[in-house]
């Protein structure tokens, strides 16, 4: 018993002032002690009136929330949430994120509070608390729309730049596309030009075997009608000759 209120005066003496509160409910009181255990207190502790017990909040309470119960949710110093995470002291129930924005909802098992808290950039930016998860959670979903709403612009913006980088690469292959179609019309082109400079080439030279082809042919026929001639010269002076009997 003594080792457990010393545990518990050490703890307090060392939390920050926002933890150091009385309850609204009533001082936290511990069960009275067996009588052969009653020899081994101060007498201080024996004069001492004992206190009721503290009651145990359930998880989610039965039957209709009492009004108490549904205004339970109140703002929490950042300083306080920031000192619980230092000291591990916090269990995490829900974890959401979106971008630089993420919602926790966790739960401090020594004083049964739970928190909603909204981060930007892992940093606490704003805290919500109750004494019941029925509070809590709704403060958890608004947190959770509001990290959504404000990470709207920057899933567009990342849509916008996935969209931009697609154009630029459709882009590039399209330019690319546009370059070979242009160096093969410059080929084709180039090519045409050859061709059609070697269909002249071969016409020029084909009307010049022709002219050629033509000019020899007059001059053969030419040599032909002389050597005719000629030889129809020679065979008249060749003398008629009667064959004897």
């Known amino acids: 018993m003594k080792s457990l209120l010393s545990r518990r005066g050490t703890f307090l003496d060392n939390a920050p002032s ?3 509160r009385q309850k609204a409910n009533g001082a936290v009181a511990f069960s009275a002690p067996l009588k052969s255990d009653d020899d081994a207190l101060p007498d201080d502790l024996h004069s001492a009136p004992a206190a009721p017990s503290t009651r145990v909040t359930p998880l989610r309470p039965a039957g209709a929330p009492t009004q108490a119960s549904t205004q339970s949710l109140q703002a929490a110093q950042i300083a306080e949430v920031e000192w619980l995470m230092q000291q591990s002291a916090l269990e995490t129930f829900r974890t959401f994120r979106s971008f ?13 509070t739970y928190y909603a808290v909204l981060h930007h950039e892992d940093a606490v930016w704003r805290v919500l608390k109750a004494g019941d998860v029925s509070a809590a959670d709704p403060a958890f979903r608004h947190f959770v729309e509001q990290a959504i709403r404000l990470a709207e612009a920057d899933m567009r913006r990342l849509h916008l730049e996935a969209q931009n980088e697609q154009f630029t690469r459709l882009i590039a292959e399209s330019e690319a596309q546009v370059e070979r179609a242009r160096v093969d019309l410059q080929r084709g082109s180039a090519q045409d030009h050859e061709v059609a400079i070697r269909q002249q080439e071969t016409r020029k030279e084909l009307a010049q075997l022709e002219a050629r082809r033509v000019a020899a042919q007059v001059e053969l026929n030419k040599l032909q009608r002389q050597m005719h001639q000629l ?6 002076s060749v003398p008629l000759l009667s064959s004897r009997r």
């Not at 030889?231 to 008249?236: D, G």
């Open 18 to 20: 926002f933890l150091v």
């Open 100 to 112: 630089a924005f993420s919602v926790s909802l966790l739960f401090y098992p020594r004083e049964l």
């Open 231 to 236: 030889s129809a010269t020679s065979n008249e």
